[in-house]
C-alpha cells in the first residue's frame, strides 16, 4: 500500500507514520529527515535546504521530487511505503503520479494552539533523531538522549514564531492537496487533537479508514 500523509507542521504525523509503518511493514519515508541528514553531512543538497529551512519556508521542488524519486527506488519500497512530509506542493503531487499510484492519503487535524504547543515543547536529539517533548516525553538525563546519549536540542522552526510562518507557508502551498486528493477519492479525515498519550486512538482511526 502506498500512502500519503498530510497535516499541519507538528501535527503529529512523524509520530503515526512510524505506528502505521510498523502494522503495514513499510517504510516511513519523511523528507524532513533525509533533508536533516544531508543538512548533517553538509552535502550540496543540504546546505541549499537548510537556506530554506532555517526560514521557516519550503524546499524547492525540483530539489526535493529527485531526493524522493531516488528513495522510492530503493528495494524496501517494492511492497508499499508511507510518505511524510511529500507531496507539499500540486507541482510535487503531479511529478509523484507520475512516478507511482498512491492508494490513500490520510489528513490528520488538529487546532493551531494545540500544535504549537507540542511544538515549543519539542525537543530532538541532534545524533538519532529522537524526539521527546519537555512534559510527555522527558529524557531520563536533561538534554541528554535515553537511545543514543545525544544532546537534545530545540529546533530553531520550532519555536512560536517559526511554527506561526510554518503555518502561513503550509495554508498556501499544501492545503490544496486536500481538494487534490479528495477529487481522486482518496484523501480520509483523521481527527489529531488527541491528547499525546492517547495517540492510539489517532493510529485506530487511521487503520479503519486504509481498510475501508
Known amino acids: 500500500m502506498n500512502i500519503v500523509l498530510l ?5 503529529g504525523k512523524g509520530t503515526y507514520a512510524k505506528k502505521i509503518s510498523n502494522i503495514y ?10 533533508f536533516r541528514e544531508a ?28 531526493l524522493v524519486e531516488e528513495r522510492l527506488k530503493q528495494d524496501d519500497c517494492k511492497n508499499g511505503f508511507m510518505l511524510d512530509g511529500f507531496p507539499r506542493t500540486i507541482a510535487q503531487a503531479e511529478a ?24 515549543s515543547g519539542r525537543r530532538i536529539c541532534k545524533s538519532c533523531g529522537a524526539i521527546y517533548h519537555i512534559r510527555n516525553i522527558i529524557p531520563k538525563v536533561k538534554g541528554v ?11 530553531d ?19 490544496p ?8 477519492g482518496i484523501l480520509r479525515s483523521i481527527n489529531a487533537d488527541w491528547p499525546i498519550e492517547q495517540v492510539d486512538n489517532v493510529i485506530s482511526d487511521a487503520r479503519k479508514a486504509l481498510e475501508e
Do not use: H
Not at 497535516?7 to 501535527?11: A, H, N, Y
Open 25 to 34: 511493514d513499510i517504510p516511513q519515508i519523511s523528507t524532513g529527515d533525509m
Open 7 to 11: 497535516g499541519l507542521p507538528g501535527v
Open 157 to 175: 522552526d520550532d519555536k512560536p514564531k517559526a511554527i506561526k510562518e510554518r503555518f502561513i507557508v503550509y495554508k498556501k502551498q499544501t492545503e
Open 96 to 119: 509523484l503520479d507520475k512516478i507511482v499510484v498512491i492508494d490513500k492519503v490520510l489528513d490528520f487535524t488538529a487546532s493551531e494552539e494545540i500544535i504549537i504547543d507540542r511544538l
Open 145 to 155: 538522549c535515553d537511545k543514543c546519549g545525544g544532546e537534545v536540542y530545540q529546533r
Open 39 to 66: 543538512m548533517k553531512n553538509r552535502t550540496k543538497i543540504g546546505l541549499l535546504a537548510k537556506t530554506y529551512i532555517d526560514k521557516g519556508n519550503l524546499v524547492p521542488d525540483d530539489v526535493t521530487i529527485k
Open 177 to 184: 492537496l486536500i481538494k487534490y486528493y479528495t477529487k481522486k
